[in-house]
């Protein structure tokens, strides 16, 4: 004669299963939300060539151009780009706008001196490639500064004496500015 094991038995062992196997597989390549968070932050906190890409399209889709010109890029961690854009209607006028991956904000209008000289002031997404390798210039600037515990902060783009994209890499005892050429070579850290 069989037996019959009874419903609450196999119940019981087939739980006791279920928790092994689950335990077993949740720790394997845990990662700890500290740990992630700081080693995403280390490595520009989700400043990605993407995220510069993505905008400026939302922007020239906005305005109903094939291209912008701009007076200022700015990326900073947790995906926000700051984008001032000369309005393409109006060329004596500029914009402010804040991209964070998803959603674009209005246009804040942006205060233009009259002495302010917007042609030279302005340039094109094209004419700084280095935009299109946003990951390459958080991991040279961390490279090129060394700092322990060193985090980019913020990347800047914006023209001067010349259309220099900047990275500014901070540790807790140190920081400095890391500045790129167009193209996105160092051609200098400044430590502040």
């Avoid at 990662?31 to 890409?53: H, I, K």
């Avoid at 912008?68 to 900073?76: P, Y």
């Avoid at 500029?94 to 998803?102: I, K, P």
């Avoid at 094109?124 to 991991?139: I, K, T, Y």
């Amino acid at each position: 004669m069989k037996s019959v094991a009874s419903p609450l038995r196999w119940s019981g062992l087939s739980l006791m299963a279920l928790c092994m196997a689950l335990g077993a597989t949740g720790c394997v390549g845990a990662v700890d939300r500290a740990d992630f968070d700081a080693a995403m932050q280390s490595r520009g906190g989700g400043m990605t060539s993407a995220l510069v890409r993505d905008g400026l399209a939302e922007l020239a889709a906005r305005y109903g151009v094939a291209d912008l010109q701009v007076t200022s890029v700015d990326v900073a961690p947790v995906e926000t780009l700051d984008v001032t854009v000369r309005n393409p209607a109006k060329p004596d006028q500029l914009d402010r706008y804040t991209f964070d991956g998803e959603w674009l904000s209005e246009a804040s209008p942006v205060m233009v001196s009259a002495l302010e000289d917007l042609d030279a002031r302005a340039f094109r997404l094209g004419d700084v490639p280095a935009l299109g390798r946003v990951e390459a210039l958080v991991d040279d600037a961390l490279a090129h500064t060394g700092f322990d515990g060193g985090e980019v902060a913020g990347i800047s783009v914006n023209r001067t004496e010349r259309l220099w994209p900047t990275v500014m890499v901070e540790s807790p005892r140190s920081r400095a500015l890391v500045v790129f050429d167009a193209e996105g070579t160092v051609i200098g850290v400044q430590q502040l």
